[in-house]
Structure formats: C-alpha cells, structure tokens
C-alpha cells in the first residue's frame, strides 16, 4: 500500500493541508463562508472522515 492511499489524520493529511492554506487566505481576507468551510475540513481530518463534498469544493476553488 503507497503512502498516499493509507488513510491521514490530523492536519498531516492532503485535506487538512489544504484547508490551513486556505484558512488563512480567507482569514486576511475576512471570508467567513470559506473560514467556516475550512474549519468543517479541518475538524473532518482530524477525527479521521471523509469532509463534507460541498465543503471541499469551497476549500479547493478558493484559489480558482
């Protein structure tokens, strides 16, 4: 099994790294739909689910 297919936890995960990134980009820019979104990721990763699919869309078009 590759390390990218074993299930991550924490912020150590490819979902929790992006939405710290993300976090605090909307932070500066004081956007508290995608806070609130990042901050729904981040609590999914680190009690080990999958994040809410609406939510990840948010995280990941941020920078789109």
């Given at each position: ?18 939405a ?6 909307a ?38």
């Open positions: 099994m590759s390390l990218l297919s074993q299930p991550q936890t924490g912020q150590d995960g490819p979902a929790g790294d992006i710290w990134s993300v976090l605090d980009a932070n500066d820019l004081g956007d508290i739909v995608t806070i609130d979104a990042c901050r729904r990721v981040i609590d999914a990763n680190l009690r080990g689910v999958a994040p809410a699919t609406s939510d990840m869309a948010v995280v990941v078009g941020f920078f789109g």
